[in-house]
């Protein structure tokens, strides 16, 4: 509070010296030493020094919010957590963005068996117009749970040409994402990504069943996007 009390005292230091100023040239006028034009011009010269001084304060605070703005926007964050309660709703959100390709990569297929989970997460996109191609790589062991039961609901759908065959992988990585194309006329992806084990996937124990529990949305100028399709590419191309 002291700091702050000196800090304004400082600040209004040039409204006492013109208060001070012109009271001298008042008393100075009334004892005869200086006749009231030059009281007038001294007085109109203070104010027009102070108003200079409030006009430069300004554009120098404009300028100090300018680079504030411009430090916020520069910062902004390349990832976010996507907590529980908004999974559902996120991922179909994510989902009706795709202008191109989606790409699954290393998923836990054991999810899609959900009705419900099946056409939020993945009937959706194959539905919708504005997706191209669906394409998995995936781990031999989702092999028989993709046969039996996905592909079956998978052709029921309306697009279902549009989700290839998958790649049958052995993914060392232990990280599990959907990537989608949300650039118009240019290149540019975004993700959804997870991790094998607790916290961020569920182990429902049935059927070897892992459900996400927490999700990355990783956006399109982050640096892990590069890295995330270099893993998908490398990986697809090992078939």
Not at 34 to 48: D, G, K, Q, R
Not at 62 to 79: D, H
Not at 141 to 169: D, F, T, Y
Not at 185 to 212: I, N, S, Y
């Given at each position: 509070?002291?700091?702050?009390?000196?800090?304004?005292?400082?600040?209004?230091?040039?409204?006492?010296?013109?208060?001070?100023?012109?009271?001298?040239?008042?008393?100075?006028h009334?004892?005869?030493?200086i006749?009231?034009?030059?009281?007038?011009?001294?007085?109109?010269?203070?104010l027009?020094?102070?108003?200079?001084?409030?006009?430069?304060?300004?554009?120098?605070?404009?300028?100090?919010l300018?680079i504030?703005?411009?430090n916020?926007?520069v910062?902004?964050?390349?990832v976010?957590?996507i907590?529980?309660?908004?999974?559902?709703?996120?991922t179909?959100?994510?989902?009706?963005?795709?202008?191109?390709?989606?790409?699954?990569?290393n998923?836990?297929?054991?999810?899609?068996?959900?009705q419900?989970?099946?056409?939020?997460?993945?009937?959706?996109s194959?539905e919708?117009?504005?997706t191209s191609?669906?394409?998995?790589?995936?781990?031999?062991?989702?092999?028989?749970?993709?046969?039996?039961?996905?592909?079956?609901e998978?052709?029921?759908?309306?697009?279902?040409?549009?989700?290839l065959?998958?790649v049958?992988?052995?993914v060392?990585?232990?990280?599990a994402?959907?990537?989608?194309?949300?650039?118009?006329?240019?290149?540019?992806?975004?993700?959804?990504?997870?991790?094998?084990g607790?916290?961020?996937?569920?182990?429902?124990?049935?059927?070897?069943?892992?459900?996400p529990?927490?999700l990355?949305?990783v956006?399109?100028?982050?640096?892990?996007?590069?890295?995330l399709?270099d893993?998908?590419?490398?990986?697809?191309?090992?078939?």
């Amino acid at each position: 509070m002291a700091g702050s009390g000196k800090g304004k005292f400082f600040h209004n230091l040039d409204v006492m010296a013109i208060i001070i100023a012109s009271v001298a040239a008042i008393v100075l006028h009334h004892l005869g030493i200086i006749p009231e034009t030059y009281v007038v011009s001294l007085l109109l010269l203070l104010l027009a020094l102070h108003a200079l001084q409030d006009a430069i304060r300004g554009e120098e605070t404009r300028e100090n919010l300018n680079i504030i703005r411009q430090n916020v926007l520069v910062g902004a964050s390349e990832v976010e957590l996507i907590k529980p309660s908004e999974l559902l709703a996120r991922t179909e959100e994510f989902a009706l963005r795709n202008r191109g390709e989606i790409w699954w990569f290393n998923a836990c297929l054991t999810m899609f068996c959900s009705q419900r989970l099946f056409d939020g997460l993945l009937k959706i996109s194959i539905e919708s117009s504005r997706t191209s191609k669906i394409i998995f790589v995936l781990r031999p062991a989702m092999r028989e749970i993709w046969e039996r039961e996905i592909l079956p609901e998978i052709e029921k759908c309306a697009g279902k040409e549009k989700v290839l065959e998958p790649v049958w992988c052995d993914v060392e990585e232990s990280i599990a994402f959907q990537m989608i194309d949300v650039g118009v006329g240019k290149e540019e992806k975004e993700a959804l990504l997870t991790f094998w084990g607790e916290p961020f996937m569920m182990d429902l124990g049935e059927r070897g069943e892992h459900v996400p529990r927490y999700l990355i949305h990783v956006k399109s100028h982050s640096e892990l996007i590069p890295r995330l399709k270099d893993i998908f590419i490398r990986c697809r191309l090992k078939r």
